[in-house]
């Protein structure tokens, strides 16, 4: 039994900061976790990454140390440090890229792809066409509004509608006293995205 976890503890050192990576992603961004088996793909893909840019690190530090000055020693508790270092910081900006859409749309512009950053285009058009919107409920009624947050998905969540405004059936606002409005976003039959104005 000794023997079996001298050898597991190694090995879970060696992926915890793959899996670090992984956590921060999908606690920082709207993608859904994926089953067991693909969260394990996901952290040995961080961990390949991360594994080979701290071999990079090792280089130019030990390179720098023979040729201007040397920092140190570089030995298995300064590797996991970098290790620990470069997830948290992979982990970031996996979240940045993903969340702000950057590489997906220079990949579009050079038509490597038609696709877009996002978990779905639900998100995606919440996230680009950032403005006013009326909320078409199932019951009829129409809100009008700014969507302070909205669900990640068309099915679950809930929207919080800021500045809500009732719209009754001749197209006129009812004015609310309320500052936010919460509606559930399986009462919401579709969207409208208000056109921008000047």
Same mark, same amino acid.
């Given at each position: 039994m000794d023997g079996l976890v001298k050898e597991v503890i190694p090995l879970l050192q060696y992926l915890i900061p793959g899996f670090l990576a992984a956590w921060i992603f999908y606690s920082l961004t709207a993608f859904k976790r994926p089953d067991t088996f693909g969260q394990i793909v996901q952290a040995l893909i961080f961990t390949f990454l991360i594994q080979s840019l701290v071999v990079g690190v090792e280089m130019v530090l030990l390179w720098m140390g023979e040729w201007f000055f040397s920092v140190g020693v570089w030995n298995a508790k300064v590797e996991t440090l970098w290790s620990a270092f470069i997830a948290v910081v992979m982990g970031f900006v996996s979240c940045n890229v993903a969340n702000s859409d950057k590489l997906h749309g220079l990949l579009r512009r050079m038509k490597v792809t038609t696709q877009n950053s996002f978990p779905c285009e639900w998100y995606s058009a919440f996230s680009s066409k950032r +403005?006013?919107?009326?909320?078409?409920?199932? *019951?009829?009624?129409?809100? %009008?509004? $700014?969507? +302070?947050? $909205?669900? *990640?998905?068309? &099915?679950?969540? /809930? %929207?919080?509608?800021? *500045?809500?405004? $009732?719209? #009754?059936? #001749?197209?006129?606002?009812?004015?609310?006293?309320?500052?936010?409005?919460?509606? #559930?976003? &399986?009462?919401? /039959? =579709?969207?409208? =995205?208000?056109?921008?104005? +000047?």
């Amino acid at each position: 039994m000794d023997g079996l976890v001298k050898e597991v503890i190694p090995l879970l050192q060696y992926l915890i900061p793959g899996f670090l990576a992984a956590w921060i992603f999908y606690s920082l961004t709207a993608f859904k976790r994926p089953d067991t088996f693909g969260q394990i793909v996901q952290a040995l893909i961080f961990t390949f990454l991360i594994q080979s840019l701290v071999v990079g690190v090792e280089m130019v530090l030990l390179w720098m140390g023979e040729w201007f000055f040397s920092v140190g020693v570089w030995n298995a508790k300064v590797e996991t440090l970098w290790s620990a270092f470069i997830a948290v910081v992979m982990g970031f900006v996996s979240c940045n890229v993903a969340n702000s859409d950057k590489l997906h749309g220079l990949l579009r512009r050079m038509k490597v792809t038609t696709q877009n950053s996002f978990p779905c285009e639900w998100y995606s058009a919440f996230s680009s066409k950032r +403005g006013f919107v009326v909320l078409h409920l199932t *019951s009829g009624k129409r809100l %009008f509004g $700014w969507p +302070g947050e $909205w669900p *990640s998905e068309p &099915s679950r969540g /809930q %929207f919080v509608v800021e *500045s809500p405004c $009732w719209i #009754d059936t #001749d197209g006129n606002p009812l004015p609310t006293r309320a500052e936010a409005v919460v509606i #559930d976003a &399986s009462k919401v /039959q =579709f969207v409208e =995205f208000i056109k921008k104005t +000047g």
